[in-house]
């Protein structure tokens, strides 16, 4: 039937939502000591009913300002099952070069993730998979889901992109530059979401941006700070590993002095950075806060706004049919 083909070939251009795997956790997250110090306990509980609904909306003002980059993303949360993660992995096959064909790339991506029981996938810690273009989520951090969607931001294939454009920008773009950029896209996607929404001057929601913005500065200094402190602490480390090697062998400078004092050195300088980026965004709270309005009133002079609010609006009559389509399903 003519109808019903022109309908298929409809949904499948239609825009879809960021989808939410969530799973009622079994076991508790065992935060290690530095991140108890880092963050406290309370991020590492279990995502309330009511976080997985501002993370709703997170993700919805994220995708109302890059509607294509997080078109297939997942965000997964508690002890989901390693199928899930499988079928977003297939799903996307047709985004392969030549050269992961060949070595097998995603079947071994698929592979592994088979083996995980969903007891040790809601232990994982907070990450981006590329290949199944999900993100995983296990506390209650809000800051952190920003962060990982901002990597699926970053990562997913764009619009007219050839596959190889987008392998090589997989495999060269540095990691750091990965995560910096992570965190910038994600807080400007969510900015510029939630400047076009019509709730934007309602005190509650304000306050919601106000506490979200919080959480991410909480989480990206620290962040920040192990990236810089991990790069210097190298850098000393190697220095001053290599200069007591050297005294220790009188004169003699021993290479592996250099490398253990390296890595302990970017150890340390990774703890120390995280502990002054905690103080950081601690003594910037107040003007992090008025950066955060400011940074919304900018956005809401956009010329893109108006283009925004419509995406937005359009995510939301899509949820408002799915929520209805499930509920006549339930009632039938
Ligand atoms: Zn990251």
Redesign the pocket.
Known sequence: MVAGNTARLYALFEKRSVEFVTKKRKSPLVPSFMERVLYGTEDFEAATEKDLQNWRRIAQYMQAAKPTELRNTAVMSGPVNAAEFVKRIRKNQDQDVLLENLDGTRSVQALAMSTMPASFIEQFPSAYFPYADAVVVNNRSPGLLM?ELG?AVDLTKRDNESNLRRYLRWQLKPLLWQ?LS?WRKARKAYQAGYAASPEIDDERSRKEYLDNMRSYNRRKYPAFGSYLGGIGGLGLGAVGGGIAAGILTDGALVPHGGLIGGLGGGAFGAIGGALAGKLWAKLRENANKRKAEKQLDAFRKHPQMSAIREHLLKLREEEQRNSEKQKSKKKG
């Open positions: 962060h990597h995560e992570a």
